[in-house]
């Protein structure tokens, strides 16, 4: 019997020492010993050793802007694996949730997120939602970094509110000074969405400053959610009117009706896109030959030879076996972003996540950023970044500088 009780002592010991070991996170697992975060986007990476900051992300992970949120998802989760494995004070466990790029859907996806525990927020990822949500945020709190919405009505009279990418005025007026200096004397005409803060806003600014440069737009079309399917009498219109080139402050999933539906009728001008457009290529039954030669304004491009792009297009490459866009960019800059906020404020993770806004909104005005999407990157108390974009073309299916 003694000896019976003696097996069963040992046995145990043995399974005691196992749960102890580094695959279950406990105590003992040493310092530098980071386990991979989750392939599943809409569940939590898995938490480095000790204690860490919980972030989240927010964006349409199905439907039809799931590119958008797909990227910006994998862009985040690069960064955080990157983050980690440093072993810094600064750590994150990371979740993100689907939002269907639904403004109702976004602040259920937050409140989702705040019941997980969520300190700091690195979305949404589209405007309409990101709208939303920040006035949810404002009340609550709650510290919000856009990797990728650009509405200056996201972050107006919101100060715990900013912004990744460039702001819809500026991408308006960087547009129309890109083509007054560089294509002058074309003809141009926009077709737009009016029922879309973002594609509204570009559109806004883009016609204001075409005039104050003294260029020509002849001809102007404007379609909604429910007409995004048909372009015949915007392009006829356009057409018409003799315009050589047509800026399109659109998502690319109406771009690419509008592509397809003028090389029908044989029309063929020049393309100029904003950001919105980043998707185009890996769109799902589009013929990506017909975005050959369209132009877009970008803060990233995936071809660029600086070491800090290589290195993110390689390890997004071998996680998730394609090229990054610029939405995955953002947000991978946006994880950066946060990380030098929370160091810059000396924020700890046993922190509220009240407290830890309050003491992010005292430095932001005050940080500068080197990232994939900008260098020197810095934030006015209005939360827009100040960074300058680029315009890019689409030759052999891939962006190079024109």
């Given amino acids: 019997m003694k000896k019976f009780f003696g097996i069963l002592l040992a046995l145990a010991m043995v399974l005691s020492l196992a749960a102890c070991g580094g695959n279950g996170g406990g105590n003992d697992a040493p310092a530098n010993s980071n386990p991979p975060a989750s392939t599943d986007n809409n569940q939590p990476a898995a938490a480095p050793s000790g204690s860490a900051f919980k972030l989240g992300t927010i964006g349409p992970l199905t439907g039809d802007a799931a590119i958008y949120g797909q990227a910006v998802a994998n862009g985040a989760k690069i960064a955080v694996e990157e983050i980690n494995a440093m072993g810094g004070a600064v750590q994150f466990e990371l979740k993100s949730e689907d939002d269907v790029a639904d403004g109702e859907t976004s602040v259920n996806a937050y409140n989702s997120l705040m019941d997980w525990g969520m300190q700091v927020l690195v979305g949404p990822t589209t405007t309409g939602a990101s709208i939303a949500v920040a006035d949810k945020v404002s009340s609550e709190r709650t510290f919000m970094l856009t990797p990728s919405a650009s509405s200056a009505d996201v972050t107006a009279g919101k ?74 009498v915007q392009l006829t219109g356009a057409q018409s009117a003799g315009a050589d080139m047509v800026f399109l402050p659109i998502y690319y999933q109406p771009a690419s009706v509008i592509l397809t539906q003028a090389a029908a009728m044989n029309y063929a001008p020049t393309f100029f896109g904003v950001d919105g457009m980043d998707g185009i290529l890996t769109m799902e039954n589009f013929d990506a030959s017909l975005a050959e030669g369209v132009m877009l304004l970008t803060p990233f491009s995936a071809d660029a030879t600086d070491a800090r792009t290589q290195n993110f297009v390689q390890a997004y490459q071998a996680e998730f076996g394609e090229i990054p866009n610029q939405f995955a960019a953002d947000a991978y800059d946006g994880v950066y972003i946060m990380k030098a906020a929370l160091e810059a404020a000396g924020c700890t993770p046993d922190m509220s996540t009240a407290d830890i806004c309050e003491a992010i909104v005292g430095v932001m005005t005050s940080l500068s950023v080197d990232g994939l999407t900008g260098q020197g990157m810095t934030w006015g108390a209005d939360g827009a970044v100040s960074k300058d974009p680029m315009a890019v073309v689409i030759e052999n299916g891939t962006y190079v500088l024109p």
């Fill in 159 to 232: 100060n715990n509110v900013f912004q990744v990418c460039f702001t819809d005025p500026n991408q308006g007026t960087a547009s129309a000074d890109y083509i007054s200096a560089n294509m002058a004397g074309s003809k141009v005409a926009v077709i737009y969405r009016n029922d879309d803060a973002y594609s509204q806003g570009i559109r806004d600014t883009f016609v204001s400053q075409a005039k104050a440069n003294g260029l020509e737009v002849v001809y102007e079309g404007a379609f909604t959610a429910d007409t995004s399917t048909d372009f015949s």
